[in-house]
């Protein structure tokens, strides 16, 4: 969210002015930036590219239960996929208003199951408590492919595989290209 780039940020900044390079958490900086752009470039390697895609956001919020967009991972996420080419459909409970005042060009589901209409993809950005709970066989019959990355790591890998899916958390490995990622 919010608060730990700016806080980090901070100290920083105050190490700085002490005359103190804080190198370990530069470094903290550095690799929680990348977590995005590593998620992104999974999922662009498992679809061979983004273009003429549908893919499905579930979560736009910074953390659930708030409408808040300040810092939120889903407008990196969201313009990348725009501007490869994606076709984005997205869904969250409380924020989705403030969404299209960023983002007028998306379609909007009215649930998570209408998001996922066609997807070729689906992606839980925020973990929504509704998420958790999907209904998966509604959900796989909805989407042109069963697919889920998982940035919560909410659903369990296990089950959603017996159902057929293709599922891609966070640190829980994946190979794309013979590569582990």
């Not at 919020?61 to 313009?79: C, Q």
């Not at 299209?100 to 997807?119: L, M, R, S, T």
Request: aromatic letters at 8%; glycine letters at 8%; proline letters at 3%.
């Amino acid at each position: 969210g919010s608060c730990f780039p700016k806080d980090t940020l901070a100290l920083i900044n105050t190490a700085d002015k002490l005359g103190y390079d804080f190198r370990l958490l530069k470094s903290v900086v550095q690799v929680n930036e990348e977590q995005t752009r590593r998620f992104l470039d999974r999922m662009e390697c498992t679809l061979e590219g983004f273009e003429g895609k549908t893919i499905a956001v579930l979560g736009i919020a910074f953390k659930p239960n708030t409408d808040d967009l300040r810092d939120a991972k889903s407008l990196e996420i969201i313009s990348h996929l725009l501007a490869s080419g994606a076709t984005v459909r997205a869904y969250d409970p409380i924020a989705m208003e403030k969404a299209k005042a960023i983002f007028p060009q998306i379609a909007y589901g009215e649930n998570a199951y209408d998001a996922v209409d066609g997807a070729d993809a689906a992606i839980i950005v925020t973990e929504w408590n509704e998420f958790r709970y999907l209904n998966l066989e509604r959900m796989k019959a909805a989407m042109k492919r069963p697919l889920v990355f998982d940035g919560r790591n909410l659903l369990d890998p296990v089950r959603l595989a017996r159902m057929g899916f293709e599922y891609h958390g966070v640190g829980r490995g994946s190979a794309c290209n013979g590569a582990a990622k």
